[in-house]
């Protein structure tokens, strides 16, 4: 939870990912042995802010104070001094993740390399995790991350929110960056829990802080909409024990009416400043449709689809594909969308996919053929790495037996 914190400012003080990211491990390997024999502090993300602070003094004193930027640094901040609980440490910051964003983001890498390395970073997520999003190998994502820091070092990348042409050039990354850290947070993709609200919170904060920063782009609005649709939701994702509860069957009195009526704004926002709408405020606008249903009865399922259908057309991707054949089956059938997921089951980069036979068997169950339903979901359980949702797949598989 605290990781991508640290980064982030250590970015700032060291303008090295790598170092930063080493300096952040070593604070939390601090903590891990002596927090037993002194206790949890009251404030441990300051606690271990502090520790890597000074990690990162003592490292630029070793190196001599090899540069002056460094030098006016480590004298600028009297660390030693500083309490655990310094109140200043929250605003620091949320500026610094956001230029963390922007320098990983830098056209220097590649757009995938780009996403990879802030998804490491910001979200703490495992090259593993990171693959499974990318629906691509391990190792290749690893060499990505990888050359991705040895580029940003030699490149001297600076750490800031550029301005102009520069920030319009990687405005498209970071809102991805953005969507895949509120995505993870979300619907976790893998560990114990279903949903990581703080990820959900971090990833709203700062499209909020972005719309501020460009105003006048209809994607960045669109994005924030999306984020505070699916954000109004979040306490209705799961029981009190943690168990998923899909859609239909959350209690929609709960949906916090505050967030969906910040998500409307920003749509209407995003709606003045471009005709044609872009992948995030039309998903947006499929949000909206949830949103301005009282009850799962009254969803416009027909427009979702062709919202859904709209989609294609702009980012065409099998899973925009199979979120399309959910819609086909709501509005029109299950037959129609069966034909629409037995087509998508030729697709490579979904072998391993766990949504697809999950999918499947939804569809299965609605046309009554439970034996084969049974194994969609058993399937999909193998293949999910988040333990409540492999739980709430085998106990789906279990209600189709005879």
Not at 206 to 234: C, D, K, N, T, W
């Amino acid at each position: 939870m605290e990781s991508a914190k640290l980064i982030a400012t250590l970015t700032g003080m060291m303008r090295d990912v790598d170092i930063a990211e080493d300096l952040a491990h070593d604070a939390l390997v601090i903590a891990l042995e002596r927090w037993p024999e002194i206790g949890i502090p009251d404030n441990p993300g300051a606690w271990l802010m502090t520790t890597a602070k000074r990690r990162a003094i003592d490292l630029i004193r070793r190196r001599k104070l090899r540069d002056q930027k460094y030098e006016e640094i480590a004298h600028g901040i009297d660390l030693y001094k500083m309490n655990d609980a310094d109140p200043t440490l929250e605003g620091e910051i949320g500026d610094d993740l956001l230029r963390l964003i922007f320098m990983t983001c830098h056209p220097v890498l590649s757009q995938e390399s780009r996403v990879a390395l802030t998804l490491r970073l910001l979200c703490g997520l495992t090259t593993d995790e990171i693959s499974r999003s990318f629906l691509t190998s391990k190792s290749t994502i690893a060499q990505r991350i990888v050359r991705a820091k040895r580029t940003l070092r030699s490149k001297n990348v600076p750490f800031e929110v550029p301005t102009g042409k520069a920030l319009k050039d990687r405005l498209s990354a970071v809102l991805e960056v953005i969507y895949l850290l509120f995505n993870e947070g979300y619907s976790a993709t893998s560990g114990k829990d279903w949903i990581r609200p703080l990820l959900c919170q971090e990833g709203l904060r700062l499209g909020r802080i972005l719309a501020e920063i460009v105003p006048y782009e209809a994607e960045v609005h669109g994005l924030v909409s999306l984020m505070e649709f699916q954000a109004s939701r979040l306490k209705t994702r799961v029981s009190a024990t943690g168990e998923p509860i899909v859609l239909l069957e959350q209690n929609r009195g709960n949906w916090d009416r505050l967030l969906i009526r910040r998500g409307q704004a920003a749509l209407n926002r995003s709606q003045k400043l471009e005709n044609t709408l872009g992948p995030y405020t039309l998903q947006a606008a499929i949000s909206a449709c949830h949103a301005e249903a009282l009850t799962a009865a009254q969803t416009d399922w027909i427009r979702i689809a062709a919202l859904y259908e709209a989609l294609s057309r702009v980012t065409p991707s099998p899973i925009v594909e199979l979120n399309r054949a959910v819609a086909v089956s709501m509005a029109f059938g299950p037959s129609y969308a069966l034909q629409i997921v037995d087509k998508l089951s030729e697709e490579s980069s979904l072998k391993g996919y766990h949504l697809l036979p999950s999918v499947r068997g939804d569809l299965l169950v609605k046309l009554g053929r439970f034996d084969e339903a049974r194994t969609e979901f058993k399937l999909a359980a193998s293949m999910s790495r988040n333990d409540r949702e492999k739980e709430f797949l085998l106990k789906r598989a279990k209600e189709c037996e005879p």
